[in-house]
């Protein structure tokens, strides 16, 4: 125990809390463990026999008002083999005021990836999304709702870094954290320049990969989650697509890459205190939604005509696109 309360004070996490995804990297003593866990459930009726082979299985899992909610990655498999869709306890990059009991969900998954058994105590930075373009959100709300379930997991030294950001800390050392960086992911995508490490210019929309699922499921008269699983397996930016599905995931893909484009040049344009920079700036994209074959290539062709008022020297991919924000997060609490 002493030993452990010793490692749990040199020990610091990286967090993404994402709307799909919830990763958190810890290091201790320059050793790295990166767990991973869907966020999302599927609630099944209550049965003691479930109930013990969850246990059994260590599956994480809550019990309220006579049903087990499945939680992380096992529900996806679960709702899989039933037919059925998991439900979520964040949107669009947030977690819901209204909806009270997405609080003890997001508790039962961040236990589940921190493992507070061991870490309890450790410095946790964890991302947290940027407002809209142009539109109200409840950030406020999100963040310190995370903070608090944090200090009750026995994490009271926990602060938020902007997910774009945290994609520059991740990928852009050897520019001197100068530049652009773009995570794509379920609900939003989070875009922010910075200079020299300080943030210039921090956007979001709300146009992401739950949008293209949900978009072309509808015009293919598809379920969602066969035309993510479809986007997720096989999609790739060909220009000739096998059916209906594929030729709707490509359209949709495209709508969200213009609107990052057109809200790149709207944010840019809009930010007067924008620094003159003496050089171009490299871009490196990020989450779950660049993976499939030839996104950068559609996405430098989209950007180079949305006339953006700077130069850019490169776009690439983050090393671990699954994994740039809680990396950068967890640089964040290290150089702190
Ligand atoms: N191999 C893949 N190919 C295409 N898309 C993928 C792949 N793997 C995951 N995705 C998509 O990436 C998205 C999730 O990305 P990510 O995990 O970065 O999001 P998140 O951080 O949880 O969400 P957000 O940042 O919006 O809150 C989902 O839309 C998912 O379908
Ligand atoms: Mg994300």
Same mark, same amino acid.
């Given at each position: 125990?002493?030993?452990?309360?010793?490692?749990?004070?040199?020990?610091?996490?990286?967090?993404?809390?994402?709307?799909?995804?919830?990763?958190?990297?810890?290091?201790?003593?320059?050793?790295?463990?990166?767990?991973?866990?869907?966020?999302?459930?599927?609630?099944?009726?209550?049965?003691?026999?479930?109930?013990?082979?969850?246990?059994?299985?260590?599956?994480?899992?809550?019990?309220?008002?006579?049903?087990? @909610?499945?939680?992380? =990655?096992?529900?996806?498999?679960? *709702?899989?083999?039933?037919?059925?869709?998991?439900?979520?306890? $964040?949107?669009?990059? $947030?977690?819901?005021?209204?909806?009270?009991?997405?609080?003890?969900?997001?508790?039962?998954?961040?236990?589940?990836?921190?493992?507070?058994?061991?870490?309890?105590?450790?410095?946790?930075?964890?991302?947290?999304?940027?407002?809209?373009? =142009?539109?109200? /959100?409840?950030?406020?709300?999100?963040?310190?709702?995370?903070?608090?379930?944090?200090?009750? @997991?026995?994490?009271?030294?926990?602060?938020?870094?902007?997910?774009?950001?945290?994609?520059?800390?991740?990928?852009?050392?050897?520019?001197?954290?100068?530049?652009?960086?773009? /995570?794509?992911?379920?609900?939003?995508? =989070?875009?922010?320049?910075?200079?020299?490490?300080?943030?210039?210019?921090?956007?979001?929309?709300?146009?992401?990969?739950?949008?293209?699922?949900?978009?072309? *499921?509808?015009?293919?008269?598809?379920?969602?989650?066969?035309?993510?699983?479809?986007?997720?397996? /096989?999609?790739?930016?060909?220009? =000739?697509?096998?059916?209906?599905?594929?030729?709707? @995931?490509?359209?949709?893909?495209?709508?969200?890459?213009?609107?990052?484009? *057109?809200?790149?040049?709207?944010?840019?344009?809009?930010?007067?205190?924008?620094?003159?920079?003496?050089?171009?700036?490299?871009?490196?994209?990020?989450?779950?939604?660049?993976?499939?074959?030839?996104?950068?290539?559609?996405?430098?062709?989209?950007?180079?005509?949305?006339?953006?008022?700077?130069?850019?020297?490169?776009?690439?991919?983050?090393?671990?696109?699954?994994?740039?924000?809680?990396?950068?997060?967890?640089?964040? *609490?290290?150089?702190?």
């Amino acid at each position: 125990m002493i030993f452990d309360s010793v490692q749990a004070g040199r020990t610091v996490i990286g967090l993404d809390v994402g709307t799909s995804r919830v990763v958190a990297i810890r290091e201790t003593g320059g050793q790295r463990v990166t767990r991973s866990e869907l966020n999302a459930f599927l609630a099944l009726p209550w049965s003691g026999m479930t109930e013990a082979s969850l246990r059994r299985e260590s599956i994480p899992y809550l019990v309220q008002d006579g049903e087990i @909610l499945v939680i992380g =990655n096992e529900s996806a498999r679960l *709702a899989d083999l039933l037919g059925r869709e998991v439900r979520r306890p $964040m949107t669009r990059g $947030m977690l819901n005021p209204e909806e009270p009991e997405s609080l003890a969900l997001i508790r039962a998954i961040l236990r589940t990836v921190l493992e507070p058994e061991t870490t309890a105590g450790a410095k946790v930075r964890f991302s947290v999304p940027s407002p809209p373009l =142009n539109g109200e /959100s409840s950030l406020t709300f999100h963040e310190a709702s995370l903070r608090q379930i944090l200090e009750d @997991l026995g994490y009271p030294d926990s602060a938020g870094v902007n997910e774009g950001v945290a994609v520059v800390y991740s990928e852009l050392f050897e520019s001197n954290y100068t530049g652009i960086g773009i /995570s794509c992911g379920g609900g939003l995508c =989070n875009a922010a320049l910075a200079y020299l490490s300080v943030p210039a210019v921090c956007f979001s929309i709300p146009k992401a990969g739950d949008f293209i699922d949900s978009s072309a *499921a509808a015009v293919a008269g598809e379920m969602v989650t066969r035309a993510r699983l479809v986007k997720e397996q /096989s999609f790739h930016f060909n220009g =000739n697509y096998p059916d209906k599905l594929q030729q709707a @995931l490509a359209v949709y893909y495209d709508d969200v890459i213009q609107t990052i484009s *057109a809200g790149l040049r709207v944010a840019l344009q809009g930010c007067r205190s924008l620094p003159r920079f003496g050089r171009s700036l490299p871009l490196v994209l990020s989450g779950g939604g660049v993976l499939p074959e030839g996104f950068r290539e559609r996405f430098e062709k989209t950007l180079a005509q949305a006339q953006l008022p700077v130069a850019i020297s490169e776009i690439r991919l983050a090393r671990r696109p699954l994994e740039a924000t809680a990396e950068g997060a967890l640089a964040a *609490a290290l150089s702190e």
